[in-house]
Structure formats: C-alpha cells, structure tokens
C-alpha cells in the first residue's frame, strides 16, 4: 500500500487497472480527459481516443463482448452522442465488464450545458456508482467492473467536476486482478438486436432490475451515518462533503449507488429522523426518485437547495439558516479576465476577417468558440459538436444572406470535424447545399488540453507526452483536402492561419462564389503544441490607432500615452500585430550582426 | 489540526498549479488529509485561475466558501481584489505585487480598478515583490516558488519540510534556483 494524493480521474484509471481492464477508449471532454491519459500509462492495457463517444462506447462494447473489460470515457455531453448504443448495450449486456465513466459539469466551468448523466444510468437501467472523493473513485471504479460482470451489464461510473479534478489521499494497492480474456461465444440471442431478440431481452433487463433493486439494499455502496436524529440528509458524491462541511451534526445516508436506489433502507433512514432532506446539486434527479418511492421529504427552512449550477457549503448553509461566516464584499469594479485566445493563437486572424466581412457565423465547440467573445464578438451560435456545419445549412435554407445581405459562414475545429462534422458536411453537399464553411485546424484538440485526433494522427500514446510528435505520428493522419472532394466538395482552399491578406482573399473568393459550396482548410498549428518563438517585434512612431490592439492579442497593450506596446515576455514572434497594423509600424527586429 | 484553507489565485500560466501542488506535498508529508481542488479547461487560456488546498486531520469540502481561507495567495493584484471575499476575518493575504493588464482592458471595454495596492495592504495584504525578486535571481519563472516561499511563513509546517519538498518537487534541473526562490520568498514575508 502506497498513500498518494490523486485526482479522482487518476484514481479512476488506478481502480480500472487493478480490476484487470485491458481496453480504454473514449474522446476528450473536461473534466473526463485525464482518465485514459493516465490509464494509458500503464503499458498492460490499451488505450485510444475514439473520433466521438458513440464510436467509444461501441469499441469498448466489442472488447467487452469479445471478452475483455473495457473502460469507456466521456464528459456528460458525450453520453448524449453515445445515447444510442447506450439504449442496446443495455439490453444486450457484457461478456467481460464494460464500465462507462460520465463526468458532468455542473455550473458549466467547460460546457455548453449542464445535464445530470444520471438520467441516462436510469433511463438504460444500469447500476449506477457515485464516487465522493479519489479513495472511493478508486474503489467504485475496481468495483463497477465486478457488478459489470455479476449482473450482465454496462455500468456507470458518475463524477462531477469537483470529484474528476479534485486531488485527495488515497491507499494504492497495486495488485492487478488476473485479466485473461474470458472466452468469446457467439450469442445471436444476446447480441443481435433485432425485434425478437430486442423482446426478449428486455424481459431479461426487467429480471435483472429486480435482482439489482435487491442487491442495492445491501451492496456495500451506501452508508448511513447517525449523527443527530433532528435533520437527515441524503446525498451523494461532492455534495456529501459539502453537506459535512455546513452541517455537521446532520445524520447522512451518502448513496454511492445512484441507481437503482435502496428504497428499504432509504425508508428506514427517513423514518429514523424527524426532517428528511435530499440535498442535490443542478438537478432533481435523486428528490424525483426519493419522492416517488413514498418518502416525504422537508424543504430546508430558509430556502430551497439551487436547482442550478454548482453546489458548495455556503449554499447548503444559506438553505438552512446557518450563518455564514463573515467576509468583506465582492470587488464590484474589476475588469473581467475570461480565456483569451493565446498569443499566435492560429484562430485569431480567421475571425479578424469574419469580423470585417459581418458574417453570420455558425460556430462550434472548442478554443475557437472563443471568436463569440470581445473584440471579435463574430459567433453567432454554438450548440453542439458539427452543428456549424449543419446550422449553416439550416441557415442557407432560411435564406438569411438574401434577408439580410450578410454571408453565412460555418465554422469548424479539426477535432470537431472528425468527431461529428464529416457527416453534417456530407448532408449539405448531398442536398446540394452551398456557402461557406471553415475548418481551422490547428493540429490539435487544444480546448481539452492538445490531445491528438484523426486529422494529425497523433494516438493517445503519442499524446501521453502531451506534445505530440506532428511530423511523425504512429496513427493515420488525415488526408483533409482529399476527403472533401470525396464527399464531394468542389471547391477546396488550403489557405496559412497565420497570413491575413491570404486570409481575407479565400473568404472573399468563397462568399462571392455565392452558387457554390466552398470548404476553406485554414491550417497552422496550436501555440501549445509548437512553441517555437521568435523575438518580438519593434513599434516605431506608433500613431496610436488601436487596430493592432483590436486583434485582442494578450501580448499587447497600451502605454500611458495610447501607443501600442508589446510585453516581451508573452510575445512569441507570430507578426499577427505586424500584419494588422495600417501603418506599418511594427516591424521585425534586425537579426544582430555577428 | 483543525482544517486549514489556502486559496491560490493568479492567470492562467503562473504556475498556481505547481505552487498548490507543493504546499499538498507538505501537508502529506506531515501525515495530514488533505484535498486540492482545480479548475482546468476553459478558465487556462489567460483568464482567472484559482485552486484550493484545504489541509488538516479530516478535510470534506474542496471547496472555499466566502470568509473561509485563511491564507490567499494572489499571483497578480487584481486577482487578489477578486478573491477578497475569500478571506476569512484575520487571515493572512500575500500579495504579488505585479498587475496584468486583462484584454478586456487593453481593447478598451473596462478599465483597471484604482488604488489596488492601497486597497490591499488596507486588508491587511503583504506585497511581495515576487516577481522582481525571481527576475533578480535569474529565474523569472521562479515567481510561484518565491510566493510560496512566503505563504510558507504562514503556516504551522517546518522549513526544511519545505526545502525537502521544493527539492523533489521542481525539475531537476531548477532545484537551485526554485531554493534560492523560495528563501527570497521567505525572507521577504518575513519583512513586509
Ligand atoms: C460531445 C462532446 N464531446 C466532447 C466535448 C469536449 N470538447 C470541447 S472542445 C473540444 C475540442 C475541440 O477541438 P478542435 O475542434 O480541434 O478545436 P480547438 O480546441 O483545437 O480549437 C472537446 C473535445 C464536447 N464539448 N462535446
């Protein structure tokens, strides 16, 4: 036994490992990413990042049917990608354990949306595990993979935020599980899900729920904690120990198995105190289930517990009357300081010109969604990964540009487009759709922190290093202009990131062409994969017009008298302000002669 | 120990991340619970950062509520306005003395807040001038270690657990000039 302090995501990956997983696989998603990126250190099981979730759950479903246990990964909106094998894999069950981690995001810290991934263990009837801290992810995750193969089903394993990122003490055992494959044979009862065979094993699912329901009263997952009899507070996960935090004299029933419930022994908790609570954060999940079970439950005496965003002690405090501690006010005039794209950023100066041009742009997930923000402020939807591409479409068929003389412009991560644009982009062209789409690829998965994907080929064990090697991946790298003109894109630009009058031409070219559907491939790579910097340049005689200032480069700001200054130490050389500046007075510094 | 809680915030890129990472190191070692909470994700791209380390014989919470830390220690001074109403009653604050213009600023829509330092040291912050000091060293990338060289003189942990910890905990190559920061930082503290 080693004490080491680890996230609940490395724990996770420890307790896979040690349940004898031998496949990991999923796609990136704060705060999901760290998982596989640190399962994939141990070099007795093999890890891959999937183009999207969907195709992740069903490898690990074949590894798992083929007999091997697989851990699947994903943030919470992944599972709404990977809902429609999630829906069967129900149904058909495992061979070898498949355990699914779903990570949500409550209060959006990296998130288009907040969603309880709950919702969907009920929804599929699978036994859901519920970590509070990174010793229980350890051990939940171990486990998940036993009663994967016990009760013949996927399992989830659920983690908000503050469990993923959260480092916490935890007691590695270290010892692997034997993981020799069991036995593949085939089943077509089982695993062909046609009407038949669907039928029948939903009568098997009904079987097996009841079986859970009875396991659950007594699973181990549970804990009831008496503490004073006046107030009890069933909960689960981050919310337990916020819970601790504001109200320690409360007796706790912590759920570590969030479906199915414990209905006897939730029962019992509630009749064994005066005032029952469920204390929950950015959902009503667990109150829904608590109610219909025929409990009565109290609201808390000075409010009701926030049915969004994150929970925290304050909030549970402020719920029941406890005073909170006293504190001065929040600063009310402080300049906000959101993310910025990066200085060198490559998606800069994409939206630089989309800004000139006043398009209407379809955008989509990733650093690059940060082109809706100051001073670009030149996205105009976000919803979910590919839909810059389809909304485009949707957009073209509204006959927005001839309503408003604006072009519409879709616009693309290189991530984004294998994980879910291929096919929007195959729906345009196939209906003869046209306009303008963009694909900045940066050669990375940067919002999640530069993991490799199809269109640079880097694997994930490549990019265990982070920095993975560009020039020399060990997967395929995706051939971007060639795959366009087989969907059957006519008009392909590959056009430098970094060169704005190159930039600003190919927009042109392709908004003009307004009968035709144009793709432009704007290509250079991620800051944060190629670091390589050059001097920063010189402003001489600046006249003090702002317009390199409204690139909204980190690196430059303004001296007491309005010119233009530029911090050495952020500067990386890129010549984005150079290009910008009217006058032409940011200029290179002369190489010192020798 | 009753439960301690340290609140570091910064921008993202100055190594709050390393500085929160050293101070749970020395609270293991001293046999404590403890529990580090961060942000990843969006919030790295240059904006607001914070992470807390929360040490003692049982921790729950990661989290820091309003009035609940003991010890801020900002990266940047705006920062440190914005965590203000972090600080519990008689906590202590370290502050680098240092602002970083946020682009919001710089593209004209807001404007930097007035008096940060008076403001500051009106709370009871100590500035440190971390960054001059590492630059002075010749490490300007030392910053996180001078400052936790001075939340070091805030908590009940022995020097030399901090100097083992620095050590093991910094790229082989750094040692040197992380100790030597780390001193400055202390030394510092100690006189502000
Ligand atoms: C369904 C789904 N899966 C995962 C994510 C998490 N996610 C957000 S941005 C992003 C990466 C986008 O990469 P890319 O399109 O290459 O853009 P970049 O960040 O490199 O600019 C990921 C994986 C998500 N938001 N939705």
Same mark, same amino acid.
């Given at each position: 036994m080693t004490r080491r302090l680890l996230s609940g995501n490395e724990a996770i990956a420890e307790g896979a490992w040690e349940a004898g997983v031998r496949v990991g696989v999923g796609y990136p998603g704060t705060p999901s990413t760290e998982t596989l990126e640190s399962l994939v250190r141990h070099e007795d099981v093999h890890c891959e990042w999937s183009p999207n979730e969907k195709v992740a759950l069903e490898v690990g479903l074949g590894a798992a049917m083929g007999g091997v246990r697989s851990l699947v990964t994903m943030k919470h909106v992944g599972v709404n990608v990977a809902a429609d094998p999630l829906m069967s894999a129900c149904n058909t069950g495992v061979n070898a354990g498949l355990v699914i981690l779903a990570a949500d995001d409550p209060s959006c810290y990296s998130s288009q949306n907040e969603q309880d991934s709950r919702f969907y263990a009920a929804f599929a009837r699978i036994p859901c595990l519920d970590p509070a801290d990174s010793a229980e992810a350890l051990d939940f995750s171990r486990r998940a993979f036993e009663i994967s193969e016990r009760f013949d089903t996927p399992v989830m394993l659920h983690e908000t935020m503050r469990i993923a990122h959260t480092r916490t003490m935890v007691e590695v055992d270290g010892t692997r599980a034997d993981d020799a494959p069991r036995d593949y044979a085939d089943n077509i009862g089982k695993f062909v899900m046609m009407p038949a065979n669907a039928v029948r094993r939903r009568a098997v699912v009904d079987e097996r729920t009841a079986e859970l329901e009875a396991w659950a009263e007594d699973c181990g997952l549970n804990q009831v904690e008496m503490r004073d009899k006046g107030v009890g507070v069933i909960c689960a996960g981050a919310v337990y120990q916020h819970v601790r935090e504001a109200l320690p004299e409360a007796s706790t029933f912590k759920l570590g198995l969030t479906w199915p419930l414990p209905a006897q022994?939730?029962?019992?908790?509630?009749?064994?105190?005066?005032?029952?609570?469920?204390?929950?954060?950015?959902? /009503?999940?667990?109150?829904l289930r608590v109610r219909a079970m025929g409990i009565q439950l109290a609201t808390p005496p000075a409010a009701p517990i926030p049915v969004a965003g994150e929970l925290n002690p304050a909030l549970v405090r402020a719920s029941f009357g406890v005073e909170e501690p006293a504190h001065q006010p929040a600063a009310k005039d402080l300049p906000p300081r959101p993310p910025a794209f990066c200085p060198g950023c490559p998606h800069r100066l994409v939206y630089v010109e989309l800004r000139r041009l006043k398009a209407v742009v379809t955008g989509d997930i990733g650093c690059y969604t940060l082109g809706a923000v100051a001073p670009y402020r030149a996205v105009h939807s976000v919803i979910d990964m590919g839909a810059s591409l389809s909304m485009a479409h949707g957009m073209e068929l509204a006959g927005v540009t001839e309503r408003t003389g604006r072009p519409v412009v879709g616009v693309i991560g290189d991530s984004t487009f294998a994980h879910s644009g291929i096919t929007s982009l195959l729906g345009t062209v196939y209906n003869g759709g046209v306009g303008t789409l963009c694909i900045l690829d940066n050669r990375t998965t940067a919002m999640t922190g530069t993991q490799g994907n199809p269109v640079n080929g880097v694997t994930l064990t490549d990019s265990s290093h982070k920095i993975g090697p560009l020039d020399n991946?060990?997967?395929?790298?995706? %051939?971007? $202009?060639?795959?366009?003109?087989?969907?059957?894109?006519?008009?392909?630009?590959?056009?430098?990131?970094? /060169?704005?009058?190159? &930039?600003?031409?190919?927009?042109?070219?392709?908004?003009?062409?307004? %009968?035709?559907?144009?793709? &432009? &491939?704007?290509?250079? $790579?991620?800051?944060?994969? /190629?670091?390589?910097?050059?001097?920063?340049?010189?402003?001489?005689?600046c006249r003090k017009c702002g317009t390199c200032i409204q690139i909204g480069c980190p690196a430059l700001g303004r001296a007491a008298d309005g010119s233009a200054v530029i911090d050495p130490t952020l500067c990386v050389g890129c010549t984005q302000c150079q290009q910008a500046c009217p006058f032409g007075c940011i200029s290179p510094v002369a190489p010192k002669e020798a | 120990m009753e439960t301690k809680t340290i609140l570091l915030v910064g921008v993202g890129g100055?190594?709050?991340?390393?500085?929160?990472?050293?101070?749970?190191?020395?609270?293991?070692?001293?046999?404590?619970? @403890?529990?580090?909470?961060?942000?990843?994700?969006?919030?790295?791209?240059?904006?607001?950062?914070?992470?807390?380390?929360?040490?003692?014989?049982?921790?729950?919470?990661?989290?820091?509520?309003?009035?609940?830390?003991?010890?801020?220690?900002?990266?940047?001074a705006v920062e440190a306005l914005r965590a203000q109403q972090?600080?519990?009653?008689?906590?202590?604050?370290?502050?680098?003395?240092?602002?970083?213009?946020?682009?919001? @600023?710089?593209?004209?829509?807001?404007?930097?807040?007035?008096?940060?330092?008076?403001?500051?040291?009106?709370?009871?912050?100590?500035?440190?001038?971390?960054?001059?000091?590492?630059?002075?060293?010749?490490?300007?990338?030392?910053?996180?270690?001078?400052? @936790?060289?001075?939340?070091?003189?805030?908590?009940?942990?022995?020097?030399?657990?901090?100097?083992?910890?620095?050590?093991?905990?910094?790229?082989?190559?750094?040692?040197?000039?992380?100790?030597?920061?780390?001193?400055?930082?202390?030394?510092?503290?100690?006189?502000?």
């Amino acid at each position: 036994m080693t004490r080491r302090l680890l996230s609940g995501n490395e724990a996770i990956a420890e307790g896979a490992w040690e349940a004898g997983v031998r496949v990991g696989v999923g796609y990136p998603g704060t705060p999901s990413t760290e998982t596989l990126e640190s399962l994939v250190r141990h070099e007795d099981v093999h890890c891959e990042w999937s183009p999207n979730e969907k195709v992740a759950l069903e490898v690990g479903l074949g590894a798992a049917m083929g007999g091997v246990r697989s851990l699947v990964t994903m943030k919470h909106v992944g599972v709404n990608v990977a809902a429609d094998p999630l829906m069967s894999a129900c149904n058909t069950g495992v061979n070898a354990g498949l355990v699914i981690l779903a990570a949500d995001d409550p209060s959006c810290y990296s998130s288009q949306n907040e969603q309880d991934s709950r919702f969907y263990a009920a929804f599929a009837r699978i036994p859901c595990l519920d970590p509070a801290d990174s010793a229980e992810a350890l051990d939940f995750s171990r486990r998940a993979f036993e009663i994967s193969e016990r009760f013949d089903t996927p399992v989830m394993l659920h983690e908000t935020m503050r469990i993923a990122h959260t480092r916490t003490m935890v007691e590695v055992d270290g010892t692997r599980a034997d993981d020799a494959p069991r036995d593949y044979a085939d089943n077509i009862g089982k695993f062909v899900m046609m009407p038949a065979n669907a039928v029948r094993r939903r009568a098997v699912v009904d079987e097996r729920t009841a079986e859970l329901e009875a396991w659950a009263e007594d699973c181990g997952l549970n804990q009831v904690e008496m503490r004073d009899k006046g107030v009890g507070v069933i909960c689960a996960g981050a919310v337990y120990q916020h819970v601790r935090e504001a109200l320690p004299e409360a007796s706790t029933f912590k759920l570590g198995l969030t479906w199915p419930l414990p209905a006897q022994a939730l029962a019992a908790f509630a009749t064994s105190v005066d005032k029952c609570y469920v204390v929950e954060e950015a959902s /009503d999940y667990l109150s829904l289930r608590v109610r219909a079970m025929g409990i009565q439950l109290a609201t808390p005496p000075a409010a009701p517990i926030p049915v969004a965003g994150e929970l925290n002690p304050a909030l549970v405090r402020a719920s029941f009357g406890v005073e909170e501690p006293a504190h001065q006010p929040a600063a009310k005039d402080l300049p906000p300081r959101p993310p910025a794209f990066c200085p060198g950023c490559p998606h800069r100066l994409v939206y630089v010109e989309l800004r000139r041009l006043k398009a209407v742009v379809t955008g989509d997930i990733g650093c690059y969604t940060l082109g809706a923000v100051a001073p670009y402020r030149a996205v105009h939807s976000v919803i979910d990964m590919g839909a810059s591409l389809s909304m485009a479409h949707g957009m073209e068929l509204a006959g927005v540009t001839e309503r408003t003389g604006r072009p519409v412009v879709g616009v693309i991560g290189d991530s984004t487009f294998a994980h879910s644009g291929i096919t929007s982009l195959l729906g345009t062209v196939y209906n003869g759709g046209v306009g303008t789409l963009c694909i900045l690829d940066n050669r990375t998965t940067a919002m999640t922190g530069t993991q490799g994907n199809p269109v640079n080929g880097v694997t994930l064990t490549d990019s265990s290093h982070k920095i993975g090697p560009l020039d020399n991946p060990t997967g395929k790298a995706l %051939d971007l $202009p060639v795959l366009l003109r087989a969907l059957g894109v006519e008009d392909v630009a590959e056009v430098d990131a970094q /060169d704005q009058k190159a &930039i600003r031409a190919a927009l042109k070219a392709a908004v003009a062409n307004a %009968d035709q559907l144009s793709v &432009i &491939i704007f290509k250079s $790579p991620c800051r944060l994969v /190629d670091r390589r910097t050059k001097p920063a340049p010189q402003i001489k005689d600046c006249r003090k017009c702002g317009t390199c200032i409204q690139i909204g480069c980190p690196a430059l700001g303004r001296a007491a008298d309005g010119s233009a200054v530029i911090d050495p130490t952020l500067c990386v050389g890129c010549t984005q302000c150079q290009q910008a500046c009217p006058f032409g007075c940011i200029s290179p510094v002369a190489p010192k002669e020798a | 120990m009753e439960t301690k809680t340290i609140l570091l915030v910064g921008v993202g890129g100055q190594g709050t991340i390393l500085a929160g990472h050293l101070l749970a190191d020395v609270a293991a070692r001293a046999g404590l619970d @403890v529990k580090v909470s961060e942000i990843h994700g969006m919030s790295q791209r240059g904006g607001s950062v914070s992470t807390v380390v929360r040490v003692g014989d049982h921790v729950s919470s990661m989290i820091c509520d309003p009035g609940c830390a003991d010890v801020i220690v900002a990266f940047e001074a705006v920062e440190a306005l914005r965590a203000q109403q972090f600080l519990k009653a008689g906590g202590a604050m370290f502050v680098n003395r240092e602002t970083i213009t946020p682009v919001s @600023v710089n593209i004209g829509n807001f404007t930097m807040p007035q008096n940060v330092r008076a403001r500051l040291t009106g709370m009871g912050a100590k500035l440190i001038p971390a960054g001059r000091i590492a630059r002075d060293l010749g490490s300007p990338k030392s910053t996180n270690v001078v400052l @936790v060289g001075a939340l070091s003189t805030a908590l009940d942990f022995d020097a030399d657990l901090w100097r083992t910890t620095v050590r093991e905990g910094v790229p082989k190559k750094t040692i040197d000039a992380n100790l030597a920061a780390f001193e400055a930082g202390r030394a510092a503290a100690l006189e502000a």
